[in-house]
Structures are given as C-alpha cells and as structure tokens.
C-alpha cells in the first residue's frame, strides 16, 4: 500500500488532503527504517507496539490496513478494510471535490 499512499501524496499535495498512518509494529527502530527505505513522508502514529494499541482500540480498528476518510468537517465519510484502491482514488476524488467546492 505504500506505493499507493505516496502517488496520493505526491498527486494531491496542493489539495485539502492529508494522509496520516498509524503503525502497530513493536520494534520502534525497525519502524524508522521502513520510514526511510520506503520514503514515508506522511506523518505516522505509533499504536504501542500492538494491533489492540490505544489508537486502534479508540477507533475500533479490527483489521488491517484500516482506512478512514475524514471530511473537513471531521465526520468520517468512508471507511474500509482493506484496501480497493480504485474504490478508495474514486471516493477521495469526491471529498477532494466537496472541500473544493465549499459544499
């Protein structure tokens, strides 16, 4: 999935568009070594070392990767687990449009 987040990264980067990650992994170097050799340039949240973590568990995250489109207003829009990335492109083009358009 990290190749698809940072074409979304790099096509969006003038839009109303934020990406943040949240990572279970427990061997926190490790993490910072996946950051770099896969050129993470989006913020990344530690969960604790767990998928039962504080941030999981808050958002009710049961599997993996979990993702979450949040409006401007901050009201969760779409959710899905895993990953269809064309679904995912198609409703993001439309909360893009929204925000975009003051509506």
């Known amino acids: 999935m990290y190749p698809h987040e940072r074409s979304l990264v790099e096509k969006l980067a003038n839009k109303p568009f934020a990406l943040l990650g949240v990572n279970s992994d427990s061997d926190r170097a ?3 070594e996946v950051v770099a050799e896969k050129q993470l ?3 990344s949240f530690w969960n604790g070392g767990s998928t039962s973590g504080p941030i999981s568990t808050a958002w009710n995250v049961s599997g993996w990767p979990t993702v979450y489109l ?3 207003k901050g009201v969760i829009r779409w959710k899905s ?3 269809d990335e064309a679904k995912l492109d198609a ?3 439309k909360l893009i449009q929204e925000a975009e358009s003051g509506s």
């Open 70 to 72: 949040i409006d401007t």
């Open 41 to 43: 340039t989006w913020r």
């Open 91 to 93: 409703e993001l083009d």
């Open 30 to 32: 490790k993490i910072l």
């Open 81 to 83: 687990v895993g990953v």
